[in-house]
């Protein structure tokens, strides 16, 4: 396939998301305007927090069909703290997530490690729409590595890349539901690996920033679909206004079934495209059962 075909082709996907998320918005929003005004916030602090594990564990002796021994673990910490005063809303959130395998008689390889830290300020108008800013800081927790090659190769480091991102711009925001649009400045940070932080426009150097001005769109839902099945999603899109034909995109679903207060099996499903970072679109899926505790409800 030539250059332009694949331009092509990640043109058509892009599209086909941003589809897929305004028909998303749509539905939702036709369920959501029915909420009560006054349910939507309250004055004061508002904390909540969500620390989970899961693990994998297989062990074979003597077993005649094949296989290896494996042992995985997964932790997730979810932690957010809101403040109402008056008309003005301060959202904060920070999830990290960690994860290793070890398959056989081979060592520990990480296949869960990010980190996201985001506040968003809104300002209530009484619109159906509020004006906001944000600002959120993304990274890898531990260093990340390629294990498709014979020798693991290193691949990233904490703040290696590094992504800061404000925006500011008009949101909806309800209860179960918040999706906003606005201008967006992206600064991305590195230091041995500056192939994410690179201007494909100059040749001579590889830049360890890189600043982009742009369009940001975040749709975020938190849905009990029925009762004890619990369906969350983040669905972001960034593209700087140099190259509004190629789209940043990620794509975070997560559907809980809790089986009782502390044991709850997850199915999450994750898409990532961006272009610094690998030319095809990257997927990650994982199902697993383990123990959640809610730190502030």
Same mark, same amino acid.
């Given at each position: 396939? %030539?250059k %332009?075909?694949?331009?092509?082709?990640?043109? %058509?996907m892009?599209?086909?998301?941003?589809?897929?998320?305004f028909?998303?918005?749509?539905?939702l929003?036709q369920?959501?305007?029915a909420?009560?005004?006054? =349910?939507?916030?309250k004055?004061g602090?508002? !904390?909540r927090?969500?620390m989970?594990?899961?693990?994998?564990q #297989?062990?074979?002796?003597n077993?005649s069909?094949?296989g290896?021994? #494996?042992f995985?673990?997964?932790g997730?910490? /979810?932690?957010?703290?809101n403040?109402r005063k008056?008309?003005?809303?301060?959202k904060?959130s920070?999830l990290a997530?960690?994860?290793?395998?070890?398959?056989?008689?081979?060592?520990?390889q990480?296949?869960?490690?990010?980190?996201?830290?985001?506040?968003?300020?809104?300002?209530? &108008?009484?619109?159906?729409?509020? !004006?906001?800013?944000?600002?959120?800081?993304?990274?890898?927790i531990?260093?990340?590595? /390629?294990?498709?090659a014979?020798t693991?190769v290193q =691949?990233?480091?904490?703040?290696d !890349?590094?992504?800061?991102?404000?925006?500011?711009?008009f949101?909806f925001?309800?209860?179960?539901?918040?999706?906003?649009?606005?201008?967006?400045?992206?600064?991305?940070?590195?230091?041995q690996?500056r192939?994410?932080? /690179? /201007?494909?426009?100059t %040749?001579?150097?590889?830049e360890?920033?890189?600043?982009?001005?742009?369009i940001?769109s975040?749709t975020?839902?938190?849905?009990n679909?029925?009762?004890?099945f619990?369906?969350t999603?983040?669905?972001?899109?960034?593209?700087?206004?140099?190259?509004?034909? &190629?789209?940043?995109v990620?794509?975070?679903?997560t559907f809980t079934?809790?089986v009782?207060?502390?044991?709850?099996?997850?199915?999450n499903?994750?898409v990532?495209y961006?272009?610094?970072?690998?030319?095809? =679109?990257?997927?990650?899926?994982?199902?697993?059962?383990?123990?959640?505790?809610?730190?502030?409800?």
């Amino acid at each position: 396939m %030539n250059k %332009n075909k694949l331009n092509q082709t990640k043109s %058509n996907m892009n599209k086909k998301l941003l589809f897929i998320s305004f028909a998303f918005t749509v539905i939702l929003n036709q369920n959501l305007f029915a909420q009560k005004k006054d =349910t939507i916030y309250k004055e004061g602090w508002h !904390p909540r927090g969500v620390m989970s594990v899961g693990l994998t564990q #297989v062990a074979l002796s003597n077993w005649s069909k094949g296989g290896e021994n #494996v042992f995985a673990v997964t932790g997730i910490s /979810d932690y957010g703290v809101n403040y109402r005063k008056n008309k003005w809303v301060l959202k904060n959130s920070l999830l990290a997530t960690l994860g290793s395998t070890k398959t056989g008689s081979g060592s520990f390889q990480t296949n869960d490690n990010a980190a996201a830290l985001e506040t968003v300020l809104i300002y209530l &108008v009484g619109w159906a729409v509020s !004006p906001y800013v944000s600002n959120e800081f993304r990274t890898g927790i531990l260093n990340g590595y /390629d294990y498709s090659a014979e020798t693991a190769v290193q =691949t990233s480091a904490f703040f290696d !890349p590094g992504y800061i991102t404000q925006s500011i711009g008009f949101t909806f925001d309800r209860p179960n539901f918040t999706s906003r649009l606005g201008l967006a400045f992206q600064e991305t940070f590195s230091n041995q690996y500056r192939q994410y932080s /690179d /201007d494909l426009n100059t %040749n001579d150097v590889q830049e360890a920033f890189n600043f982009q001005t742009g369009i940001e769109s975040v749709t975020e839902t938190n849905l009990n679909v029925m009762e004890n099945f619990l369906y969350t999603s983040r669905l972001r899109f960034f593209s700087a206004f140099d190259q509004l034909d &190629v789209w940043d995109v990620g794509w975070d679903n997560t559907f809980t079934a809790k089986v009782n207060d502390l044991i709850a099996v997850n199915l999450n499903f994750i898409v990532v495209y961006e272009k610094s970072q690998s030319l095809k =679109t990257q997927a990650k899926e994982g199902l697993n059962l383990g123990i959640t505790y809610a730190v502030f409800k």
